[in-house]
């Protein structure tokens, strides 16, 4: 997307910009945020197994589906510290902790919740990637897996589907919504809350300024 500032015009990856956005609400928000209640709690397992089911998806750190009982364990043994800090909870059935469920997100925008398509890859990247050892490590990679839950869902090409059909239409509302968001939620905050560092610099780049279209002009 473009971006003016000033007499500048910028285009910019739009993803990495709303990474770092909700990487630096997660910091100044931390162990502060508002609760995204799920209404019906979700079964971990179910969630975890999607994704190793998912022939698109592959990952060094892709698991056999007899370990997954093993890493939600842990996610149960940390459920304390993720509700505290995250506002993560995880609900377990009873002392059996048979079918734990997580039952709430962080809230890092009012108005806004990251896409429910992309839960069950979050909840298996808290599994798995996640450095459960080092405290620093720990906190700084579930605030990024945050981060990554809340930038807005890519859609495919609306070009590719048949007109009319009710997969065609369904992704003109997601294109719609995502487009609100973008502009009345998440572009107002940037303008607001935003701090630019030297990681995105590579994911923003002047395309036009007004006092060299001017010298352009000037020679014409």
């Not at 079918?99 to 919740?113: E, F, Q, R, T």
């Not at 070009?159 to 065609?168: A, L, P």
Request: hydrophobic fraction near 40%; include cysteine.
């Amino acid at each position: 997307m473009c971006i003016q500032y000033n007499v500048k015009l910028y285009l910019v990856d739009f993803a990495s910009i709303c990474y770092e956005l909700f990487y630096q609400i997660g910091l100044s928000d931390f162990s502060n945020f508002g609760i995204i209640n799920l209404g019906t709690p979700l079964s971990l397992k179910d969630l975890i197994y999607e994704v190793i089911d998912d022939e698109n998806f592959s990952s060094k750190d892709k698991i056999e589906k007899s370990e997954v009982d093993e890493v939600i364990e842990t996610l149960v043994e940390m459920s304390d510290m993720l509700e505290e800090y995250f506002s993560i909870k995880i609900e377990s059935d009873g002392e059996a902790q048979s079918d734990p469920k997580i039952a709430s997100l962080p809230m890092l925008l009012k108005n806004y919740v990251p896409p429910v398509s992309k839960l069950s890859l979050f909840v298996y990247k808290l599994a798995v990637q996640i450095d459960w050892s080092d405290e620093a490590s720990c906190l700084t990679g579930i605030l990024r897996q945050i981060a990554l839950l809340y930038i807005p869902e890519c859609i495919p090409d609306i070009s590719e589907f048949e007109e009319g059909t009710e997969e065609y239409q369904e992704l003109i509302s997601t294109q719609t919504k995502i487009a609100a968001d973008l502009e009345n939620i998440i572009l107002p905050c940037i303008k607001k809350r935003f701090l630019g560092t030297k990681n995105i610099s590579r994911d923003v780049v002047e395309i036009a300024n007004l006092p060299g279209l001017y010298k352009v002009f000037e020679r014409c």
